[in-house]
């Protein structure tokens, strides 16, 4: 006997659904966001490692200035070209903003979850893209560089956070 396709449209969009929080926020393949930036106090933060292009609060500061980019898009329902420059999206950081920085990508990941959730993850938004890949696609970016850092935190002498990181 064979799956009716609606059947299967439903158990996929339900799938997707539950694994887009997952990969934004980690905890099962990779450490999550929050152990990532635990007891991460705010020099440490905008400290850039030797022979490393980015501190871990330019890399969150780009993260957020993405995440704010597919929000606006799937939110509004209306295209938004690429920035011009890469270098636009790497907003300068200081040691002051830091608090508010971390705050903004917690808030920026409970909007994500609102729209993870949505009946309409195949609909196009932005241009070719549908709701669901672009969801996928900015999880798949936050994901790569909160292993950055990571990478940047372990150069810093700031790796585990408290509580331990990806070890057993």
Do not use: C
């Not at 099962?28 to 850039?48: H, I, K, M, P, S």
């Not at 830091?98 to 920026?108: E, G, R």
């Amino acid at each position: 006997m064979t799956t009716p396709p609606d059947d299967r449209a439903a158990r996929a969009q339900t799938a997707l659904a539950r694994l887009i929080p997952k990969l934004f926020r980690g905890g099962q393949a990779f450490v999550g966001v929050e152990r990532a930036l635990a007891g991460l106090d705010a020099d440490t933060a905008t400290r850039r490692a030797d022979a490393l292009p980015h501190s871990v609060a330019e890399l969150l500061a780009h993260t957020n200035w993405w995440l704010g980019w597919m929000l606006d898009i799937i939110e509004t329902g209306a295209p938004v070209p690429y920035p011009q420059h890469a270098s636009d999206t790497w907003p300068t950081v200081t040691a002051e903003q830091w608090p508010a920085l971390k705050n903004a990508f917690y808030d920026l990941l409970t909007r994500v979850d609102v729209h993870a959730a949505r009946p309409d993850l195949a609909n196009p938004v932005n241009h070719e893209e549908t709701i669901g890949e672009l969801l996928a696609d900015m999880a798949l970016h936050t994901a790569h560089h909160f292993g950055q850092i990571i990478s940047v935190r372990q150069a810093l002498g700031a790796w585990p956070p408290p509580g331990g990181g990806d070890t057993w």
